[in-house]
């Protein structure tokens, strides 16, 4: 079955500090991934996609995203946490192949909590 | 640009009845999909919509259904509403189904009572 795993339901990281949100997937295919990010009581908000090329993608925010094929990862990563980065945060995979496009699978999320 | 916009924002309903509920895509954008998010099941794809084809369905019951019109503003419904539908129904639009990223609606609150 395809799922994708945020195996931490918190982070918490002192401000100015770098943060990583973990995701791992299984999916066949090439996938497509995805970072979004929600905030109390909205809609998600885009941050990054990884689709094809280079596997560092830098997003939103200052926020970046590694691809790790081998290990079916795909980390979202901060040098420096802000405050205001406080939010719950989702990665989503999109297989690909015609029969599932528009399609996201989405982790369970990870709550990211920054402390001045 | 105008985003994706859902209406209405909150929704109180009776067990047994039915709701509809609204969604308007970004201009240009043809795709549009919906989800279920709930605490105990997170985000839940229910069907995408493009050009007014459904083209994949989630693994819910027919209780749910939706369609999408000529100018791809969509509509989804839930009949027989149950307790358990209570929830956060989002939806999001994109260009392109496949490599474009999704922008969401800020969801539409239902609870079911």
């Known amino acids: 079955a395809q799922s994708v795993a945020q195996p931490e339901d918190q982070v918490n990281v002192a401000e100015g500090n770098p943060l990583t949100v973990k995701c791992t997937y299984s999916?066949?295919?090439?996938?497509?991934l995805f970072w979004y990010v929600q905030y109390p009581n909205r809609g998600l908000q885009f941050l990054l996609k990884?689709?094809?090329?280079?596997?560092l993608v830098k997003g939103s925010y200052g926020f970046e995203a590694e691809f790790n094929k081998s290990q079916t990862s795909f980390h979202l990563k901060k040098p420096s946490a802000l405050v205001s980065d406080s939010a719950l945060y989702f990665c989503?995979?999109?297989?690909?192949?015609?029969?599932?496009?528009?399609?996201?699978?989405f982790g369970q999320g990870t709550t990211l909590q920054v402390k001045p | 640009k105008a985003g994706v916009t859902q209406t209405p924002r909150y929704l109180i309903k009776t067990r047994g009845q039915q709701v509809t509920l609204s969604c308007s895509p970004i201009?240009?954008?043809?795709?549009v999909s919906w989800y279920q998010q709930t605490p105990g099941q997170g985000l839940q794809f229910l069907f995408e919509?493009?050009?007014?084809?459904?083209?994949n369905k989630g693994n819910f019951p027919g209780r749910f259904s939706g369609r999408q019109f000529s100018n791809s503003r969509s509509e989804m419904n839930v009949s027989t509403l149950e307790l358990g539908d209570s929830a956060l129904y989002l939806c999001?639009?994109?260009?392109?189904?496949?490599?474009?990223?999704?922008?969401f609606g800020q969801g539409t609150r239902l609870t079911v009572v």
């Open positions: 989503a995979v999109r297989p690909s192949g015609s029969s599932n496009t528009g399609k996201l699978i």
């Open positions: 919509y493009f050009s007014e084809t459904q083209r």
């Open positions: 201009s240009g954008h043809r795709s």
């Open positions: 999916v066949s295919g090439n996938p497509y």
């Open positions: 999001a639009s994109s260009f392109h189904p496949g490599t474009s990223e999704a922008f």
């Open positions: 990884y689709i094809t090329g280079d596997n």
